[in-house]
């Protein structure tokens, strides 16, 4: 319980000191947490057993997805259909595309990313972004009800979608024979 209560108050006052300075320097609250993070973790070494609190960060990323979830309409969601569709798409496809095209030719002197289904592997996941930390910033600079705000959420929303047929895809990539190109 002790130790609990110690990393709890480490964490409360990182937060307290670095997110109001990376607010005043214009860096937004999220690089204000990771800043923190880096410092009582790897830096100062104030942290050190995190596996039990990954649940509860975990549990903080589910209950912000869910908020999300409730504030989205169904009119709107009709409404971005195409944006989902083409744009989020056209991000996925392209993404993954370069990225694996990059790593087969990283290939050429790094073995491991010789086949390309390791290659595509690397494409699909790099192609995914963070939600929360885009809302996040989003949110903080006002841009959420713009142009680009919408299709930004557009594309994040079509990123998360897309996590259920890429989870679907990796364990038979891995099961495909390995072909090198």
Do not use: C
């Amino acid at each position: 319980m002790e130790t609990f209560l110690f990393q709890a108050s480490v964490f409360l006052a990182a937060a307290v000191i670095a997110v109001p300075i990376a607010a005043r320097l214009g860096l937004g609250s999220v690089l204000g947490y990771l800043a923190a993070g880096l410092a009582i973790g790897p830096g100062l070494g104030l942290i050190e057993h995190t596996e039990d609190l990954r649940h509860f960060a975990e549990f903080g990323v589910v209950m912000m997805l869910f908020i999300i979830g409730l504030e989205l309409e169904p009119r709107a969601l009709w409404d971005m259909r195409h944006r989902l569709i083409g744009l989020g798409g056209l991000q996925i496809t392209l993404t993954t595309l370069a990225i694996m095209v990059a790593a087969l030719a990283l290939g050429q002197w790094y073995k491991p990313l010789t086949n390309w289904q390791t290659a595509l592997a690397v494409g699909l996941i790099v192609a995914l972004s963070s939600t929360a930390i885009v809302l996040q910033t989003l949110s903080e600079k006002g841009l959420m009800q713009t142009s680009g705000g919408r299709s930004t959420f557009s594309v994040l929303l079509t990123q998360d979608i897309a996590v259920i047929p890429m989870l679907i895809a990796l364990p038979l990539l891995a099961a495909a024979p390995q072909v090198t190109l």
